[in-house]
């Protein structure tokens, strides 16, 4: 029976290039491109793995499959992206990542990556492993400041740095205005943010935004 595998990913011409790459050993059953319709499909397509970007619009990748992962713990779960940040491969790990590429070695290792997670073992391409140790140990990340707020609050940062107004953000997040204008300014404060091209800077240089 073939791995049934869901990809995620922002940049159509990749995911048709990863769907072409997977199909003669995997049944790939949807490609989404935005964290939300990860959230949605995954619960509905039922893939036995996840294979994603981390920066995609109005839900990044990481705080998808957080939540994804509370719904599906079964399901394995690839980050493929361009970040080779160790502090983030560490991340991903913690929330239950059983793999990470890259996408420049994709087409390499993406195969070997299914069929390690899919046996039980965890895939962490060797271009990222050298930085992993002191990040695993809880040294000095400077993931620590984006990982003081809550889901809400990252889901909230990523939409307005997005350049989405408060109205539309609210109408992505059904809320309110007034709560999505609470949170930013709880946001605001818990990082020491006075402007808002500082808050756009912070959402990129985190992830939530990709350049």
Same mark, same amino acid.
């Given at each position: 029976?073939?791995?049934?595998?869901?990809?995620?990913?922002?940049?159509?011409?990749?995911?048709?290039?990863?769907?072409?790459? #997977?199909? =003669? /050993?995997?049944?790939?059953? %949807? !490609?989404?491109?935005?964290?939300?319709?990860?959230? @949605? +499909?995954?619960?509905?397509?039922?893939?036995?793995?996840?294979?994603?970007?981390?920066?995609?619009?109005?839900?990044?990748?990481?705080?998808?499959?957080?939540?994804?992962?509370?719904?599906?713990?079964?399901?394995?779960?690839?980050?493929?992206?361009?970040?080779?940040?160790?502090? #983030?491969? =560490? /991340?991903?790990?913690?929330? %239950? !990542?059983?793999?990470?590429?890259?996408?420049?070695? @994709? +087409?390499?290792?993406?195969?070997?990556?299914?069929?390690?997670?899919?046996?039980?073992?965890?895939?962490?391409?060797?271009?990222?492993?050298?930085?992993?140790?002191?990040?695993?140990?809880?040294?000095?990340?400077?993931?620590?400041?984006?990982?003081?707020?809550?889901?809400?609050?990252?889901?909230?940062?990523?939409?307005?740095?997005?350049?989405?107004?408060?109205?539309?953000?609210?109408?992505?997040?059904?809320?309110?205005?007034?709560?999505?204008?609470?949170?930013?300014?709880?946001?605001?404060?818990?990082?020491?943010?006075?402007?808002?091209?500082?808050?756009?800077?912070?959402?990129?240089?985190?992830?939530?935004?990709?350049?």
């Amino acid at each position: 029976m073939r791995t049934r595998v869901l990809l995620a990913d922002d940049h159509a011409i990749l995911v048709e290039a990863f769907k072409t790459l #997977l199909e =003669a /050993e995997c049944e790939v059953v %949807g !490609a989404v491109t935005d964290g939300r319709e990860l959230l @949605a +499909a995954a619960p509905k397509l039922l893939p036995d793995v996840i294979v994603t970007d981390i920066s995609m619009p109005h839900l990044n990748g990481m705080d998808a499959c957080r939540k994804i992962k509370k719904l599906l713990p079964e399901v394995k779960l690839i980050f493929l992206t361009v970040n080779e940040d160790p502090d #983030l491969v =560490a /991340e991903a790990i913690q929330i %239950g !990542a059983d793999g990470y590429l890259l996408k420049k070695s @994709a +087409a390499s290792e993406l195969f070997q990556a299914i069929k390690s997670v899919m046996a039980g073992e965890t895939y962490i391409t060797p271009l990222v492993t050298k930085g992993m140790i002191g990040s695993l140990m809880g040294g000095n990340s400077h993931r620590d400041a984006i990982n003081s707020l809550t889901v809400r609050q990252r889901e909230v940062l990523q939409l307005l740095a997005e350049g989405n107004t408060m109205k539309k953000a609210a109408a992505i997040l059904y809320v309110t205005p007034r709560t999505i204008a609470f949170h930013k300014y709880r946001i605001m404060e818990e990082l020491q943010i006075e402007t808002n091209a500082e808050l756009i800077q912070f959402a990129i240089k985190n992830g939530l935004v990709s350049t």
